[in-house]
């Protein structure tokens, strides 16, 4: 079974721009989970997206927003990109919604 | 919210040694707990997890064991070996609603010597 695939892996892009991240979940998983990672605050929950509707949502400025596909793929958006949004930018997706397979991340430099 | 803290951030140890690594939570409504395994350059992989209605499990080398009214949760991996050198992460969350939004820990940079 292919694991869950995340496009580009990465990506440099300039303060104020805007950027697409894509996830391909594993097949049959309906719960897209997307994540921050920095060395600083560590693995933060974004957002968790189930059967096309945003289920929950971390603490982030409303830039970040993600959306999910009638096959479950789902894209996330930073918007007005900032310095601090230099991050590995995670998925995970899951069929139970506990056990969660992450994929191998987009990593985003912003300059 | 739930928060989680893990010791050590750093953990060196021989080839065949074991390795303990540490969690507690601060949510007593959590009920789920995952470890994580992230090599450099990729995601973190799920390598062993535990429900509050259960104490220990073991998966081979790897075990994991929970407390729930200390709130403590641990790994314990045995006869070491130099690729199980990673940064293990722990994670607790609660299924509210059947969403597990796990609060993950700082994590765990651990080297095996060979």
């Known amino acids: 079974k292919a694991g869950v695939t995340q496009t580009p892996r990465y990506l440099i892009k300039t303060r104020g721009q805007q950027v697409t991240l894509s996830c391909s979940p594993i097949s049959g998983h309906r719960s897209v989970s997307w994540y921050q990672q920095t060395p600083g605050q560590g693995l933060q929950f974004l957002f968790e997206y189930f059967s096309e509707t945003q289920r929950n949502k971390g603490n982030f400025p409303g830039r970040f927003s993600g959306r999910q596909f009638s096959n479950s793929r789902s894209e996330m958006n930073v918007s007005t990109l900032e310095l601090g949004d230099s991050a590995l930018y995670l998925c995970?997706?899951?069929?139970?919604?506990?056990?969660?397979?992450f994929g191998p991340g987009t990593r985003l430099t912003v300059t | 919210g739930e928060n989680v803290e893990q010791h050590p951030s750093t953990l060196s140890v021989q080839e065949g040694d074991s390795a303990v690594i540490k969690c507690t939570y601060s949510d007593s409504a959590s009920n789920y707990f995952p470890w994580y395994k992230q090599e450099l350059g990729k995601g973190p992989q799920l390598i062993i997890d535990i429900r509050s209605n259960v104490g220990e499990k073991k998966d081979q080398r790897i075990a994991v064991t929970l407390n729930k009214t200390a709130k403590h949760f641990s790994l314990h991996i045995t006869e070491t070996q130099p690729e199980d050198s990673a940064v293990y992460f722990c994670a607790a969350s609660n299924g509210a609603g059947g969403s597990y939004i796990p609060t993950f820990g700082r994590g765990t940079s651990l080297i095996v010597h060979p």
């Open positions: 995970a997706s899951s069929r139970t919604g506990s056990e969660q397979y």
